[in-house]
């Protein structure tokens, strides 16, 4: 018997992904979500006059949504304009240490070999060949499978894929066997960035982690209009396709009846039967009763310990001068151990923090588009306890203090004009039972992956989708997630 009714709480990718594919195969699907408009971390905030993309702000894993538009007759192409970049980030240490990675490998190659020598650019390529056999050892059966345990993985790579699995280092750190690849600390640091990529530490996540470069190399695309249209095209394709989307509307209880999902009901008191439930929320706001105590049970619960970092963001419109921006720039730290130790032993936000920049109004070879002031994304980690202590103006005017003297330390002056600031306790607030962390579980230890719920929950009639959830953080990640929740819906109510 086929689902009469589902209810997708949470517009983010992961619930659009669900809605989309569900209502294109003619269930009736109500999406509830507490925003005035559909993203979730994929968000826009405002900096004067201007929309800042605030959450993510590339997309990797075309294939993803390549895929998901065709399931549903539709044309990524048709649907998006997307360009794909030739420079994928710039790399400073100070104001005449500087290091650009492409797409294109050998440019890479030939990059580091200048930067650092002949000697770490053959490590580069020994290091990039690991990186394109560990995804390709995960991409069928960890990333686009349902949640495996680590026998079933072994399973579903079979005998063959035994060596390839203990080839892909699930024992080893990431920072560990970027020691083994690499004697100049700065590409040590550089490439143990990834794993902030999910929220962690490159001190106590795997080094199966090093797959982002592969996915990297394999494509980045920008997207014209910004991040913020793949959410408006996704939800108004699914409104297309029958889906029905209410904004400003607060889900705080999943009713369960009979040991299985039976309707959910509202902030207002409205309550609506459902035939089953996709939560597209951080799996911590189940387990913690936000939506009601009838599936807190549903996924264990989180630990504050095996939180992912949050972040202070700053969106801004600015003025800029004195160091060549690319769409993305990263300004790092002297000293990276002691600034994950800042983030993880002293929870606080790190006395020299690593700062991302995404300038919105350049392309990737650093040329802007408009004339004046331009639009930035500022971003450094911080600790995810936004649920424990306010961020005082204070502290996070300090903080300010100390991102912008990392930046004029590498030769970049900024003059904000507008500007709005994001605390770990806005996070929380936005996204709640969190205490900030952006992407989950934070992906320590070999097997943090599997501690991720799966789509399917305790509870019959209740699915998990979302960053928080399988295969983990990340727009093509979220979307896989919501593909993977409609797939085990579809089969739980016999409509495969």
């Not at 929320?281 to 009601?292: M, P, R």
């Not at 934070?442 to 991720?452: C, D, K, N, Q, V």
């Amino acid at each position: 018997m086929g689902a009469n009714r589902v209810a997708v709480i949470g517009a983010g990718i992961g619930g659009l992904a669900t809605a989309l594919e569900l209502s294109a195969r003619g269930i009736e699907v109500l999406v509830f979500e507490r925003a005035a408009a559909p993203g979730g971390k994929m968000r826009e905030a405002s900096a004067g006059i201007a929309r800042v993309d605030a959450g993510p702000t590339v997309l990797t894993m075309r294939w993803v949504f390549d895929e998901l538009f065709e399931a549903v007759g539709a044309s990524l192409t048709d649907a998006l304009t997307l360009r794909g970049v030739d420079t994928l980030a710039r790399h400073a240490w100070n104001d005449s240490e500087r290091l650009d990675l492409y797409a294109d490998e050998s440019q890479s190659i030939d990059a580091i070999g200048t930067f650092a020598g002949a000697t770490e650019a053959r490590a580069y390529r020994a290091f990039a060949d690991r990186a394109r056999r560990v995804y390709r050892t995960l991409e069928g059966p960890f990333i686009r499978a349902s949640r495996p345990s680590p026998l079933e993985l072994t399973r579903r790579a079979g005998w063959s894929g035994l060596n390839d699995l203990w080839r892909i280092s699930p024992f080893t750190t990431l920072a560990r066997a970027l020691g083994q690849h690499f004697r100049d600390p700065r590409l040590r640091q550089l490439f143990g960035r990834y794993a902030t990529y999910c929220g962690s530490s490159p001190f106590h996540a795997p080094a199966t982690l090093m797959l982002v470069a592969h996915v990297e190399r394999e494509g980045v695309w920008l997207v014209e209009g910004g991040m913020h249209r793949i959410a408006q095209v996704l939800a108004r394709l699914a409104v297309d396709r029958g889906a029905s989307i209410r904004y400003g509307a607060d889900v705080t209880d999943v009713h369960v009846e009979g040991g299985k999902v039976a309707a959910i009901v509202l902030a207002t008191g409205e309550r609506l039967a459902v035939d089953a439930v996709v939560v597209n929320a951080d799996a911590a706001a189940v387990a913690s009763g936000k939506l009601g105590p009838g599936i807190a049970r549903a996924v264990p619960a989180i630990p504050r310990a095996a939180r992912s970092l949050s972040a202070m963001t700053w969106t801004c419109m600015a003025k800029t001068a004195g160091f060549p921006l690319t769409r993305h720039t990263v300004f790092f730290s002297r000293d990276y151990p002691a600034e994950f130790e800042d983030l993880l032993r002293h929870d606080r936000v790190p006395a020299e923090p690593t700062v991302y920049v995404c300038a919105q109004d350049r392309d990737d070879h650093g040329v802007l588009s408009t004339t004046g002031a331009e639009r930035l994304l500022c971003l450094v980690n911080a600790p995810p306890s936004g649920d424990v202590r306010r961020f005082e103006p204070l502290e996070t005017a300090q903080c300010e203090a100390r991102m912008f003297a990392m930046l004029a330390r590498c030769g970049l002056q900024v003059e904000p004009r507008h500007k709005v600031v994001t605390t770990p306790a806005d996070f929380e607030r936005l996204f709640p039972a969190t205490g900030g962390a952006l992407y989950g579980r934070a992906s320590h230890g070999w097997a943090a992956s599997f501690r991720r719920p799966g789509a399917r929950t305790r509870v019959p009639g209740l699915y998990l989708a979302g960053g928080s959830v399988h295969p983990g953080p990340g727009v093509p990640m979220a979307a896989l997630s919501g593909r993977l929740a409609s797939r085990a819906l579809l089969e739980d109510f016999g409509a495969l």
